[in-house]
C-alpha cells in the first residue's frame, strides 16, 4: 500500500475516531459519597476513602480526595511525562489553571505510567507546575476510569455531574470552553466540602 493512501486511512480512521468522541460526551452522574458510581459509563465504581470516592497521594504526600473538592469545578487530567501530546499540552493546563482557579476550578493531574515518583516531580518543577498531581503508580485510578487515551481529561461540575470528557490534548481555547461549563455558579460555595 502507498503511503498517500496509508496517510489518508490513518487520517479517515482518526476523523471517525475524534466524531464518535464528541457524539459519546455526554452527562455522567457522579455519587461522591454513596458509590461514586459513574453511570451511563459501564457502571465504572471511583475507589477512595470508604471505598466510594476516588483518592490519590500528591507529590508531597498530601492526599487528593474526590470528595473533598465537592463545589468546585474540578478538571481531572490523565496524562504521562513521555507522551508527546501531553508535553505540549502542558502550559495550557497550567495557564488554565491559573486563570480560572480563583473562580472554582480545582485540576487533579494523575500522572500514568511512570517509571517513577522522582520523574514526575521532575516534571512539575522543570514546567513550574502548581496544581495537584498524584502518581497512579498502580494503575487503579487509570484502568478504572477506562482511559485509553493520553492525555484524557474529565470536567466534573461542582455538583459531581461529568460533564465532558476529552480524549486527546486540547488547546486553550478548547481548555477555557470546557473549563467555564464546570465552574461554580457566583451563589455556589466553590470549595465547600462534600456534606
Same mark, same amino acid.
Given at each position: 500500500? $502507498? +503511503?498517500?493512501?496509508?496517510?489518508?486511512?490513518?487520517? @479517515?480512521?482518526?476523523?471517525?475516531? !475524534?466524531?464518535?468522541? /464528541?457524539? &459519546?460526551?455526554?452527562?455522567?452522574?457522579?455519587?461522591?459519597?454513596?458509590?461514586?458510581?459513574?453511570?451511563?459509563?459501564?457502571?465504572?465504581?471511583?475507589?477512595?476513602?470508604?471505598?466510594?470516592?476516588?483518592?490519590?497521594?500528591?507529590?508531597?504526600?498530601?492526599?487528593?480526595?474526590?470528595?473533598?473538592?465537592?463545589?468546585?469545578?474540578?478538571?481531572?487530567?490523565?496524562?504521562?511525562?513521555?507522551?508527546?501530546?501531553?508535553?505540549? $499540552? +502542558?502550559?495550557?493546563?497550567?495557564?488554565?489553571?491559573? @486563570?480560572?482557579?480563583?473562580?472554582? !476550578?480545582?485540576?487533579? /493531574?494523575? &500522572?500514568?505510567?511512570?517509571?517513577?515518583?522522582?520523574?514526575?516531580?521532575?516534571?512539575?518543577?522543570?514546567?513550574?507546575?502548581?496544581?495537584?498531581?498524584?502518581?497512579?503508580?498502580?494503575?487503579?485510578?487509570?484502568?478504572?476510569?477506562?482511559?485509553?487515551?493520553?492525555?484524557?481529561?474529565?470536567?466534573?461540575?461542582?455538583?459531581?455531574?461529568?460533564?465532558?470528557?476529552?480524549?486527546?490534548?486540547?488547546?486553550?481555547?478548547?481548555?477555557?470552553?470546557?473549563?467555564?461549563?464546570?465552574?461554580?455558579?457566583?451563589?455556589?460555595?466553590?470549595?465547600?466540602?462534600?456534606?
Amino acid at each position: 500500500m $502507498e +503511503t498517500g493512501v496509508r496517510v489518508v486511512l490513518l487520517s @479517515a480512521a482518526l476523523s471517525l475516531s !475524534l466524531a464518535a468522541n /464528541a457524539r &459519546a460526551e455526554e452527562r455522567w452522574r457522579v455519587d461522591f459519597e454513596n458509590g461514586a458510581a459513574i453511570t451511563g459509563y459501564n457502571n465504572v465504581r471511583i475507589p477512595g476513602d470508604t471505598g466510594t470516592t476516588f483518592s490519590l497521594t500528591d507529590l508531597e504526600g498530601r492526599p487528593i480526595r474526590l470528595a473533598d473538592l465537592r463545589g468546585k469545578g474540578v478538571w481531572i487530567n490523565f496524562w504521562a511525562s513521555w507522551c508527546p501530546p501531553c508535553q505540549a $499540552e +502542558t502550559p495550557i493546563l497550567r495557564d488554565t489553571y491559573a @486563570a480560572y482557579r480563583d473562580k472554582g !476550578l480545582e485540576l487533579v /493531574a494523575v &500522572a500514568v505510567q511512570e517509571s517513577s515518583a522522582a520523574d514526575v516531580t521532575s516534571y512539575a518543577e522543570r514546567y513550574g507546575l502548581s496544581h495537584p498531581i498524584g502518581n497512579d503508580a498502580s494503575g487503579d485510578i487509570f484502568r478504572l476510569y477506562r482511559v485509553f487515551a493520553l492525555p484524557t481529561q474529565i470536567f466534573v461540575g461542582p455538583d459531581g455531574v461529568i460533564r465532558s470528557v476529552v480524549q486527546g490534548p486540547l488547546d486553550a481555547d478548547g481548555a477555557a470552553s470546557h473549563v467555564e461549563t464546570i465552574l461554580p455558579s457566583p451563589g455556589e460555595t466553590a470549595g465547600a466540602a462534600a456534606p
